[in-house]
């Protein structure tokens, strides 16, 4: 596959207007170059026969070291009130953190 400019400098030029970029005309020239070797890399890549290349989920072929989920004694509800400083029937009252515009 050839290796061809398919972005040019206008288009660049339209990205960094949009991401707010200042860019002189050099910056806008490399960046432009950046970008076309980047495409050409993936025009690259894609051009490799996958077909029978196994899924790959993990470069190291480790796996997830995940503990069982098990049952545990939790605290009685009363004793969670108890050491609350402040408490209504079965909740815990906390300061209010985030006010609505109406407040």
């Given at each position: 596959?050839?290796?061809k400019n398919k972005?040019?400098?206008?288009?660049?030029?339209k990205i960094a207007e949009l991401s707010r970029l200042s860019l002189?005309?050099?910056?806008?020239?490399?960046?432009?170059?950046?970008?076309?070797?980047?495409?050409?890399?993936?025009?690259?890549?894609?051009?490799i026969d996958t077909d029978n290349v196994k899924e790959l989920y993990n470069v190291n072929d480790m796996s997830n070291s995940l503990r069982d989920d098990t049952?545990?004694?939790?605290?009685e509800?009363?004793?969670?009130?108890?050491?609350?400083?402040s408490s209504?029937?079965?909740?815990?009252e906390v300061p209010l953190t985030v006010k609505k515009e109406s407040q």
């Amino acid at each position: 596959m050839s290796k061809k400019n398919k972005i040019a400098e206008q288009e660049v030029r339209k990205i960094a207007e949009l991401s707010r970029l200042s860019l002189s005309s050099d910056e806008l020239k490399k960046r432009t170059e950046d970008m076309n070797n980047i495409i050409n890399y993936m025009d690259t890549l894609n051009e490799i026969d996958t077909d029978n290349v196994k899924e790959l989920y993990n470069v190291n072929d480790m796996s997830n070291s995940l503990r069982d989920d098990t049952f545990e004694q939790s605290l009685e509800k009363k004793d969670v009130l108890k050491n609350s400083p402040s408490s209504n029937d079965d909740y815990i009252e906390v300061p209010l953190t985030v006010k609505k515009e109406s407040q």
